[in-house]
């Protein structure tokens, strides 16, 4: 069993930053993409971002485009979720997951194996 553990969510005025922050322990924590969705109130969970194990190719979802990037440092074990510009629509529990096994959709929140408990992230306007 693989425990994430995110950390770094918050309030935050409109047009401020946060960094999230996903350890996940263990050695073979680099061989696994890993991803970040999100969780609004009474929404479904929506895929945000994901990063390939090397962290060569990421890929994001159309709404935080050009204001949130990913990366990862695997000699932590950690990916980084840097957010900025946020908006009011961007508050929601966020949270971290692996894909283990790398095959089927990677935008769909089941491809992923395992999961952190989350952190969540307030924007006020």
């Known amino acids: 069993q693989v425990q994430l553990v995110e950390s770094g969510g918050g309030l935050v005025q409109a047009g401020g930053s946060l960094r999230l922050s996903c350890v996940a322990p263990?050695?073979?924590?680099?061989?696994?993409?890993m991803g970040w969705f999100r969780q609004a109130p009474g929404k479904e969970r929506k895929f945000v971002t994901r990063?390939?194990?090397?962290?060569?190719?990421?890929y994001y979802a159309d709404s935080v485009k050009g204001r949130f990037t990913v990366s990862r440092d695997n000699a932590k074990n950690t990916v980084y979720w840097q957010m900025n510009s946020l908006k009011p629509e961007d508050t929601a529990v966020y949270y971290c997951?692996?894909?283990?096994?790398?095959?089927?959709?990677?935008?769909?929140?089941?491809?992923?194996?395992?999961w952190g408990q989350g952190t969540q992230v307030t924007v006020s306007s």
């Open positions: 997951a692996l894909d283990k096994y790398n095959i089927g959709k990677y935008f769909t929140w089941n491809n992923y194996e395992y």
């Open positions: 263990g050695p073979t924590f680099r061989n696994y993409a």
């Open positions: 990063i390939t194990w090397s962290g060569a190719i990421t």
